[in-house]
């Protein structure tokens, strides 16, 4: 979705980027087409989530850990599903200033079976606002979803339950406000971020970052293996996210236009080309393409087509899929050893360095602009400024957040006894395995 | 009585199994093992990071037999689990006291 | 779908909850962003099946079992596939009576490319009839499916073979002409069943319920454990059901439009609400909040929008999804074994039960009514009618099924040899997992 | 899609069957139902391969070549992914001639937001180019995926990525021209071929099976056991493929309309059909219906009826449902034996003759028929021109490739230890499962 | 001391696990197996083909024993495991050396 | 020459195979098992239901040593896998009559 201009109050550019407005009037008419692809995307939406992003990460910690990663994906839906509709959405999307929204469509207050949303068809036409709640809250179950794998097998499961409550009130919504409302500064400004590289992505990934420094690594880190305990999980659970994917960048036009069309063809090609890239690089540098690689490098493509993707041509796509390699591939292979963190599931090679250059690559790629942007070196020059901001805001509000909980919780982490016998059984008395 | 333990690689099992059976072996006990020795395991990448596996795939096979036929079963083993290459496996041969039957109750070389 | 008044022949209420009128005149104009949503819709229930409830099952039974489970929901897609189309549409959806449908319609006899059904946007709107007999398919496919999570582990395939197909045409086609055909007796009544509480759940937990106690239990049923084989299995199912039941519960709007957009608000918000609050009350009560818990939680929060979807408010979404977890959760862990049945799934205690809940709660938290109806309380009243007669009709014709079968196959279940054996190898001669 | 006839230059059929119009005019209006639902198609046809297809074969094969049958998918996916947008769209509807298009549309060049495509509504509508060309884009994905089950378990990597880079150039590209462009000689020859039966079932299965002839068997085959490692993988896999087909066959017509409908409804009618059909043949057979029966039906009759299902009624789509279930059990369980080839996953008995099957059926069952056609003895003989045409063509060209690369690899297959140990760990240094 | 092994059928083990603990035996060591014996495999179907199995599930119980009680750990398993049936299994008894608790290093019948 | 064979707590088993390195052991073969004994089982939920798991997972060393070198070996364990809290396991030591290595042939003590 969306960058900078409501089209029906500014003018109308051709390629019509803006937050949707929200009309009341109730005599507006929807558009059914729109409606049923948006519809569709939300429900694509969720089954990033669950079970593809549940899947990703579950294969890849250890047995005893699984049912850990997947209960803490289903108490998002459950925690940050629920809230959106409480005051989530009205934090993110209500009016408010340009740092964060307010309180006026709290439980929906106002919200009618009349109310519309505009979209980003060219001209704009209207879905009806519920379509576009549900769409937003599909966004917000998955992104504190993502931080997970950053500090998976682990953390205590009332801290996870705690975190992601409070991540989500006071990170997620306003950046959501800051980018993608009309009265957001970073939308003002002009930046593109068209399904959420700085929303999503470098909001979680900046913030799983320094949230797994403050957790400190497993026990057992870099002596013992810590092989994934099912990489066809793993895979299935990539697949589920590239096709969900389709949801997330094209539903965000929230139209079934051309833009929508453009969305999703620069997403796929985005994500092939950054499969084939990973694949050759592996090749080359280990004698051996890996599974694993190949679906993290689906992943990364389609972190890094993100913000771009309604944006930048089918070649700019190509381009960007091949960037996302260099950068996440360096990031997992040199970085992480050389910084000696414990990224489980390197959110933050994925996430984090992939959003960053999504969000950048939008600028140097675009050719469709932010409102008031006139070629690609000012919109690169806007783009630095949004991602420059998340990349300190959600770490240090993040550390501010984890600071709080250890004084409530003690320990964020499970003892260790806790961690060595698995978290699925410590936490949740369970065992995800039995003959 | 004695037991006879081999130790050996997996995709061997069912061509000693059939060797065991042509000299008239009638019972085979078979678990999954993982073994550690001269082979050296090897490296495994995930995402970057190696991991060395020690521990290689095995398969135990128990055999009990009369004390007559222990040479007999320990080179139909020695033949037909042999690659030559490093990490073929061992065989051990175990006194035993006593062996029974659970169906009949048979008991000592009958019940075998 | 539906309740209540076939808005082109009577008159069309503020939000019309009609039953499709099928339209024969062949210049209907039909609506490609309905059609679009309703095809899209259709998909989605598939998967709910196919793999969803299938694996949700087949993740809970012991690894002896488990092709058992996912080939019984494939025989239900073959079986009541086929079915629909040959006879089972015209049974329910056939002009017929105020009990059942006839055979006007038998193998689609009479229905063209031409032929449409209405909708319940407003005003009323075309979808091709045949996009209509699919979305209603899928439905059928799913609901004898539901039953074997209270049979499974023990029942010959066989007599699931000869079960369903019965119970399809003497329970689930009258249920469905009932309920849903503007001819039904409960339809008239003014019922509110949007996407089927009594029709799909209530029918299938309380025939469940009774196939349980007629089969017995389990061999070694509260003596031997017998844990989930794969509780990853049973979320990945989960959320792919949580997925699926979008299309399930806002399809059955028939149109993409202000009222799917409602349907679909709600059922994400009553299942995110069940999850949270099942995870608290089992950490309350035990210690622990579970991943069964959880996957268990979405379902029931689920199971108890269905009916009520289109027709509460988000707020009333969120008091159905707290009011579903202490039915369900009761009935599971109090209800079970106080009465010492071994419905191995609790099909009993979250789709009977928590459909029941639903459809009443339809009747307390209605903003729209159904026809001729004028209040909550009205509405309640009309709705316990419905849910009295669902649980003593579905378990009645049920046991008259399974005292027929018993004369023709002797025993319902498997020799207990097999039993123990597992029914994997002894009904399909194949072992789920090798090396 | 397609048969026979372009709508706006030729006249309109009643039922309009033609290829797909590339208006670039700039001011032709699209309809936003058809484009919601062909890009929620084009999502579900990923589906097919990641994860479907993946899970399907990947749950077949034993353990330790499992990560090697899913990357083979990934990577399917990625190479053809981005030579689809390279140069492969260009080279299938690509002008050009009657057998292969141009390199006109190289990079897309020349398409733009404005750029659409006709579809198969009556009268014809207008969707986004690019939507076309992502929904044609998932068929390529899935056309070479679909011969990895021929060849599995012994084929290098290596080998892998540099035949399938070749073979959809030199088979699938021309194929798909022949049969689709308004330009292809099979085109306009007036064959029906719906959704593929020729262009994806045929050209995959039949070059499967000179591969897996040419690759020789699977060492111990035939002499150990050599069972699935995982059937509840597979049988997710088939469910993610039923449910995903129905956006490759109801896509087809581009459209949300009732053609869409009518193809909507022959697919599941099929596949439920075999599904009823086969257990029915293997309880006589053998005495017992097998869940790999099960799956293997489920996917034999979507197959069947992907050319047909836009042309048959759905009595006819009941009678390729049996059929199917006749051609592809006889296959599998005679003629392979007999013929004694190693086709590790049966890709020839179920896509090579239930495609050949469901071509010439289409033939035989046709209501409406291609451009130029008057009755079903004429389409059939066009049908079997069409079926024996690829038949010979795509084995043919496939042979040569395999030649080529034998000169290049030397051998086509890991080395007897690399099967022994198993190609997960010998191509990508990884093993599925631990601990 | 001795060590009774027991190869059994599955479904027997809680039976014997609970005959065992009813005699005061405090610790059993299990394992799963495949057994290969008098008891002939089953034939498993695979789309048309049909594989023989030659291996049947079985589990494997180790109970190291002070030599008095060794008896009635054998009658103990003999009637619980006992279906009557072909593939009922084996015990097998072996002589010990030594035993040592490792928690704390006890050794010999106060560490069993 | 003597059979060690330990059984242990999961999480201790690369210690105890380091520290049997570092000591000459050349070879181990591990599998997993579950054992029944003093410790007891804990209790898993599954929807409201409780099941009382007796058998707890560990992991048994089976190792084949020179008479002269049995106690070593069995310190090396007893430190390396005690953790002092019941369920650390056992250690047993039985008597081997022969073993051979299925690469060479060779026999006893140079066959470990
Ligand atoms: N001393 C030993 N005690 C127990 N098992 C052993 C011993 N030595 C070897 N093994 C088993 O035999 C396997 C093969 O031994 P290894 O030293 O790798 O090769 P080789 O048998 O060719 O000498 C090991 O993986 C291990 O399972
Ligand atoms: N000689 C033997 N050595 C090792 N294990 C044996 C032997 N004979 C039988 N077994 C084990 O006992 C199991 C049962 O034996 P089997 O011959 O099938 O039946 P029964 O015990 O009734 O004679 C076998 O599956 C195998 O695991
Ligand atoms: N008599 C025995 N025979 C065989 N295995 C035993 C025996 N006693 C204990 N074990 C094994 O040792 C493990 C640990 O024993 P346990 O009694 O729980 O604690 P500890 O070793 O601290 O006394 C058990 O789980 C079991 O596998």
């Known amino acids: 979705m969306r960058s900078l201009l409501r089209c029906t109050r500014f003018l109308c550019a051709l390629v019509a980027l803006g937050a949707p407005v929200l009309a009341q ?34 294969g890849l910690v250890r047995s005893k850990n699984v049912l850990n990663v997947l209960m803490q994906c289903f108490l998002s839906a459950g925690i940050v599903g629920l809230l959106w509709i409480l005051v989530g959405y009205s934090l993110a999307f209500g009016t408010g200033g340009s740092l964060i929204g307010d309180f006026s469509k709290v439980a929906l207050s106002g919200v009618t079976m009349d109310s519309v949303s505009s979209n980003f068809a060219t001209p704009p036409r209207n879905i009806p606002e519920y379509v576009f709640i549900m769409f937003q809250a599909m966004f917000a179950i998955i992104t504190p979803a993502l931080i997970l794998g950053a500090i998976a097998e ?92 389709f949801g997330f960048n094209a539903g965000s036009a929230l139209s079934a236009s051309p833009l929508a069309a453009l969305a999703f063809l620069n997403t796929g090609t985005a994500a092939s080309t950054a499969v084939v890239a990973w694949a050759a690089v592996e090749w080359f540098h280990r004698g051996k393409p890996t599974a694993l690689g190949g679906a993290t490098a689906g992943v990364a493509g389609l972190v890094a087509i993100t913000p771009a993707c309604g944006n930048v041509s089918p070649l700019g796509a190509i381009y960007i899929g091949i960037g996302v390699t260099v950068v996440s591939y360096t990031a997992v292979t040199f970085l992480k050893p050389a910084l000696d963190y414990d990224d489980s599931l390197d959110v933050f090679g994925v996430h984090a360095l992939g959003g960053a250059w999504g969000a950048l690559a939008s600028g140097i790629f675009a050719v469709t602009y932010g409102s008031g942007i006139n070629g690609n070196a000012q919109q690169v020059m806007v783009q630095l400024k949004g991602i420059l901001f998340t990349a300190i805001f959600a770490p240090v509000v993040t550390l501010a957040i984890l600071i709080v909980l250890r004084l409530i919780f003690g320990s964020l982490r499970v003892t260790d006894e806790d961690e060595v016998e698995g978290l699925d059984f410590s936490q949740h008395g369970e065992n995800a395995y039995t003959a | 009585m004695k037991k006879v333990e081999a130790v050996i690689k997996p995709f061997k099992l069912d061509e000693v199994k059939e060797s065991l059976s042509s000299i008239g072996v009638q019972g085979i006990t078979v678990s999954e093992v993982k073994g550690f020795g001269r082979q050296k395991g090897h490296t495994e990448l995930y995402r970057g990071a190696e991991y060395v596996v020690d521990f290689l795939p095995k398969v135990k096979l128990e055999i009990i037999v009369k004390d007559d036929i222990v040479q007999k079963v320990v080179d ?27 169906r009949t109750g048979e008991r000592g070389g009958d019940a075998i």
Chains 1, 3, 4 share one sequence.
Do not use: Q
């Open chain 2, 76 to 102: 139909a083993i020695l033949k037909a689990a042999k690659t030559g290459r490093i990490g073929d496996g061992k065989i051990f041969v175990l006194p035993i006291d006593d062996v029974l039957r659970i």
């Open chain 1, 154 to 245: 682990r953390m205590k499961f009332s801290v996870w339950v705690a975190f992601i409550t409070i991540w989500f009130l006071v990170v997620y919504c306003p950046i959501a406000h800051m980018v993608w409302a009309p009265e957001g500064w970073i939308f003002k400004s002009g930046a593109i971020d068209f399904a959420g590289g700085l929303v999503v992505h470098m909001s979680s990934g900046f913030s799983a970052m320094v949230t797994a420094l403050f957790l400190g690594k497993r026990r057992g880190y870099g002596r013992e293996s810590m092989p994934p305990h099912s990489l066809p999980l793993c895979l299935i659970g990539a697949g589920l996210l590239w096709t969900g994917w």
């Open chain 1, 25 to 58: 009037e109730g005599t507006a008419e929807i558009n059914t087409g729109d409606t049923a692809w948006v519809l569709t995307a939300s429900a694509l939406v969720l089954m990033m989530t669950l079970p593809g992003l549940a899947l990703f990460y579950g």
